[in-house]
């Protein structure tokens, strides 16, 4: 029967990568093995973020816990997991975090091919609130087998081989491009497992919602100030969007995703290159809004060509619904003829 099949016949993100690795007969399943690390690392995540709300009840969170050790905060806590995982897979040489100031440049003996950008718990300020928190990564190959440099890392983003991020929230939920679509996973807690429960998504062309923090629109530049009363008041008779900013980038870029719509994090007088930062915030969602059929751009181009300087750069974002992006576009290039 259908509806047994597919109770019965669980496509774990395991075993969803080992299909798509068997499109690569040349590929050493290296690929599958660095990916079930960073499976690993979110479930690990997932499980405490869950229970941080709790610790924090009973005292444990960011003070000393029962055993009288500092209680590490959990956006440190995740990141010591992600690095040690990461490593411990043999398949990565360069590693950037959000979280440490410098690359990790793994020892020759456990290095790999991969080069992983990450931000272990992104909007981590707002875990006790109890608002959705996730990781965010992006993963390219080195550019040469000789020794890894900073060269390596600092690639445009449509170099990356795969993206993805994972979601803490109502459900744990881990998306998902491995260059070709994007795909949806959700955690099932009693099998430990990922089960793919959004095969194949496509963001609508055109969306309805825009997502911006308004409490910056004294600084925004002109074409952001013009999309943002286009979005309230409409001059084509279309009826206006609504606003839905949640303020965690992974929870409204992935609003976005499924529902279609435009986030923006612009540039302003007080931020030129905005707030968010290149390589493992800008870089994954766009990577994921293109193979969804969306875009993304920095104002200035799109924001996949962009050739970072250094690993923390930060650049303005404007993605999702390839029409809504589009408008921004044409007036970020009508301010450019002035
Ligand atoms: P603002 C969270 O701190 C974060 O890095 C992203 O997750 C989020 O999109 C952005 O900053 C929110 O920034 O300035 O609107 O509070």
Redesign the pocket.
Known sequence: HAADAHRTDLMTITRFVLNEQSKHPESRGDFTILLSHIVLGCKFVCTAVNKAGLAKLIGLAGETNVQGEEQKKLDVLSNDVFVKALISSGRTCILVSEEDEEATFVEPSQRGRYVVVFDPL??S?NIDCGVSIGTIFGIYMVKHSNEPTLDDVLQPGENMVAAGYCMYGSSCTFVLSTGVGVNGFTLDPSLGEFILTHPDIKIPNKGKIYSV?EGNAKNWDGPTAKYVEKCKFPTDGSSSKSLRYI????A?VHRTLLYGGIFL?PADKKSPNG??RVLY?VFPMSFLMERAGGQAFTGKQRALELVPKNIHERSPIFLGSYDDVEEIKALYAAEGKE
């Open positions: 992104d909007g300020s923090n303020g965690s980038m992974v409204d994090y707030k968010l915030e």
